[in-house]
């Protein structure tokens, strides 16, 4: 900040964007609001380092604070050792920005405080009970707290709690097998797809599986409340309880998927971690954006690489997907005759890549539900009962890495081959049965370890120290759809 003698101006350098050239304007009309205006000299703001392009509206407060403390309206010290972001209103008021929780967290880390706008600060408060953060209205507030005649009260931590109202599984009718597969999933995180004709409830099943996945940990909560932050979906900077649960839109671009645009903002996946990305109609997506998931799903990261920079986002997130048989939706029905042909079934699916197929753990047939099972009312297990036994199995998968030392890995669908062999313990039996899958299935390296995953999950869920031959002939029923989809094709 340099105010000097000369021709009147304001000027900001530093590779500004329209968003902060335009801050010029804010500022002085946000300051002539509280009672300030700027001298009649050249006004200098420097935004260094002078080489990195600076975008968004949150260099407002600080360009303000720090010409105030030039102008001597504030002390100099007052604002030393603090982070500030915060966009100003025309009448003097500090609006939300993106942003401000992991920028809170940075701070802290770093050992130093926060000036953040009074809507961000529940969000901020998450950073660190010892931490100083003041959050305030608007740029009145924050000068009569710096002079002594009013004191800005600490925020305070704010989350949304859990919905007590998600689909529960008990409304499903029939769809036992796919019940099971849902369960399993839910227990290991395993990537699923499902496959019947319209109206058979393969939508109702994938938006129940909220409802059986165990809560968020504390850690899991920060990481998911950062990224919305960063994408400005944190409501009234309150955090939010839920697993997240995406569903884009099958016309949904591969930026809005994966991350990217004008400033790399996180994408769907990101904003599924540690949560569900539910694509229906899947075969209706691009090509092209399907096989951009390849990466994130294997690495549980989306790396957005442009010219001037490169950002990483975590995306660990549970890929569950829909698809109806065919473009008419009724291939294989008894009595149902195509009008588009034999082939409208492999035309349909071949616009899923193998390589893509390859990385779902789960292949379910959901067959239409008949007139007996959605008229018969018997008593049908809730979402309550499922999760009880999902959350047994979690935690024994937690415990069992972290024994191994394994702290990062929670869940098998993240456990590699080696630890898999390990804790998997298969017999000659069971060894013998998977040689022979394999051979028949033509299952590649990455389709056998998914099966050794589902196997493992499958003896959690039934309370076995070592997964047994049953434990892996479930698991080779459930890709034993992508088996025939390959021969049809």
Known sequence: MHITPGL??????????????????????????????????????????ADLPKEGSHFDLPIALGLMAAMGAIPEDAINNHVVLG???????????????????????HDKSLICPHVCGPEAAWAGDEMDILAAPNLIALVNHFQG??????????????????????????????RRALEVAAAGGHNMLMSGPPGAGKSMLASRLP????????????????????????????????????????????????????????????????????LDELPEFQ???????????????????????????????????????C????????????????????????????PFLDRMDLFIDVPAVSASDMLTARARESSADVLTRVEAARQRQIARYANLGLKNIRLNTHAPQNILEEVCAFDSDSQKL????????????????????????????????????????EALSYRLHQDSRRRAA
């Open 211 to 278: 409802s059986i996945l165990p809560a968020l940990s504390a850690q899991e909560l920060l990481e998911i409340s950062m990224i919305a932050s960063i994408a400005g979906e944190l409501a009234d900077g309150a955090l939010s309880s839920a697993r997240p649960f995406r569903s884009p839109h099958h016309s949904a671009s591969m930026p809005s998927l994966v991350g990217g645009g004008l400033r790399a903002k996180p994408g769907e996946v990101s904003l599924a971690h540690h949560g569900v990305l539910f």
């Open 8 to 49: 009147v101006a304001f000027n900001i350098v530093g590779l500004p964007d329209k968003a902060v050239g335009e801050s010029r304007e804010r500022v002085r009309s946000a300051l002539y609001a509280s009672g300030l205006s700027l001298p009649a000299k050249r006004i200098t703001v420097n935004l260094a380092p």
């Open 149 to 178: 005649t009013q004191v800005l009260s600490k925020p305070k931590p704010a989350v949304h709690q859990r919905d007590a109202m998600l689909p529960d599984l008990r409304d499903v009718r029939g769809q036992e097998s796919a």
């Open 287 to 325: 090509p092209s954006v399907l096989d951009a998931l390849r990466q994130p799903l294997e690495t549980g990261e989306a790396i957005i690489t442009r010219a001037n920079y490169r950002v990483a986002y975590p995306a660990k997130f549970q890929l569950v997907a829909a698809m109806n048989p």
């Open 87 to 109: 966009e100003l209103a025309l009448d003097g008021s500090i609006t939300a920005v993106t942003g401000v929780l992991p920028a809170a967290v940075a701070a802290n880390a």
């Open 434 to 473: 998977l040689y022979e899958a394999a051979e028949k299935m033509h299952l590649s390296a990455r389709g056998l370890t998914r099966v050794m995953r589902v196997a493992r999950t499958l003896a959690d869920l039934e309370e076995s120290e070592t997964a047994s031959k049953l434990h892996l002939a």
């Open 327 to 354: 473009r008419c939706g009724h291939f294989g029905e008894p009595g149902y005759a195509c009008r588009r042909g034999k082939n409208c079934d492999t035309e349909y699916q071949s616009r899923i890549s193998g």
